[in-house]
């Protein structure tokens, strides 16, 4: 009798078949989720594991620049508050290396992309922070934007991505508040604070605008992430809606947006505000920022120093599945 090679099963194709893609956009029409199990298009998956790695890069490395403060903090309150803000960003990280983990990508492919270059994370975090006011604007600002661009995110069709999003936003408010405070107990202070909080704020202000990525014109991608419901606000609208929430705050701050263009317009009911020197960004992204090189550096060495903790959590992950096996 000769054996009959079967056919692949459908669910196996690429391109899948017209059932799993009807499938698919139903769910996508629906608003519902897309969970780990299901058929989705291939650049649907990639899409989502170049978004999701970069964003769990960008909390790692953006422990970084806050780091750099703990041993120097001025107070035991303000060291306990920043140290728990800096372990909040290891948390997200983590979270999100595992969602990313669920779309069929193994940690250290992750890892060995940061450090090579191949995957990218936020630029904003390859500014230096050169005094304490700017754990204050990282608040406000860095986490105030990461705000705006992740609150919608808690919506995104794919569930364990939506999922670690909602808890990471919960942490996120807590971090703009803290920076907020500590501007606000700055501008309370002497002539020398204030200063100090103002010169902060503007060498932050333009580089967390950009953080919600370039012009729309600009980003290609967008479109189709939008489709797809992964992203539901467009790069410029996010960046209204930023610098609509920062004027008042900054009024109460009284701290001056290091923006001439800013002022209230009544037709649009937005603040307009004036052109972003997208060449600085664009430098960043290249790797030619101010800290790049010492972040993955850092990033790297921080990895081979904790190689034997993941040995000893093998060693312990293998003795228990031996146990199971013997009983
Ligand atoms: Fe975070
Ligand atoms: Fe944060």
């Known amino acids: 009798m000769t054996a009959v090679q079967p056919a692949l099963p459908e669910e196996k ?3 899948g078949s017209v059932d799993q893609r009807r499938e698919f956009d139903r769910l996508i029409d629906a608003d519902m989720r897309i969970e780990p199990r299901d058929w989705m298009p291939d650049a649907y ?3 989502l ?5 970069q964003h769990a890069h960008s909390e790692i490395i953006g422990m970084q620049p806050e780091g750099n403060w703990i041993t120097r903090a001025p107070s035991l309150k303000r060291k306990a508050i920043l140290m728990a803000k800096v372990q909040d960003e290891a948390g997200h990280g983590l979270y999100l290396y595992s969602a990313a983990q669920t779309l069929g990508i193994d940690r250290e492919t992750m890892f060995e992309q940061l450090v090579t270059g191949a995957a990218k994370y936020s630029s904003i975090f390859n500014y230096t922070t050169p005094t304490w006011a700017d754990m204050g604007s990282i608040g406000w600002l860095v986490d105030g934007a990461a705000i705006c661009n992740q609150v919608p995110l808690c919506r995104a069709s794919y569930g364990p991505y939506g999922r670690a999003m909602t808890r990471i936003c919960k942490e996120e408010s807590f971090h703009q508040r803290q920076g907020f405070e500590i501007l606000l107990e700055l501008m309370r202070g002497t002539d020398a604070q204030k200063a100090m909080a103002q010169e902060s704020v503007n060498r932050w ?3 967390a605008l950009m953080m919600f990525g370039p012009p729309d014109e600009d980003s290609p991608n967008s479109q189709r992430s939008m489709a797809w419901k992964i992203k539901r606000f467009s790069n410029d609208d996010l960046r209204q809606r930023f610098v609509d929430m920062l004027v008042p705050q900054a009024e109460v701050l009284g701290i001056t947006l290091p923006d001439p263009d800013i002022k ?6 937005h603040y307009d505000f004036g052109p ?3 060449d600085e960004f664009y430098e960043v992204l290249a790797g030619r920022g101010q800290a790049n090189a010492v972040r993955v550096a850092r990033r790297k060495k921080a990895h081979e120093d904790g190689a034997w903790v993941r040995e000893a959590a093998r060693a312990c992950a293998d ?4 146990e199971r096996m013997a009983s």
């Open 13 to 15: 194709s690429a391109e």
């Open 49 to 53: 594991i170049r978004q999701i790695s």
């Open 319 to 322: 003795a228990q599945a031996a």
């Open 205 to 207: 202000y333009a580089p």
């Open 45 to 47: 998956r990639k899409t």
């Open 264 to 269: 209230w317009n009544e037709e649009r009911g």
């Open 276 to 278: 972003l020197d997208w």
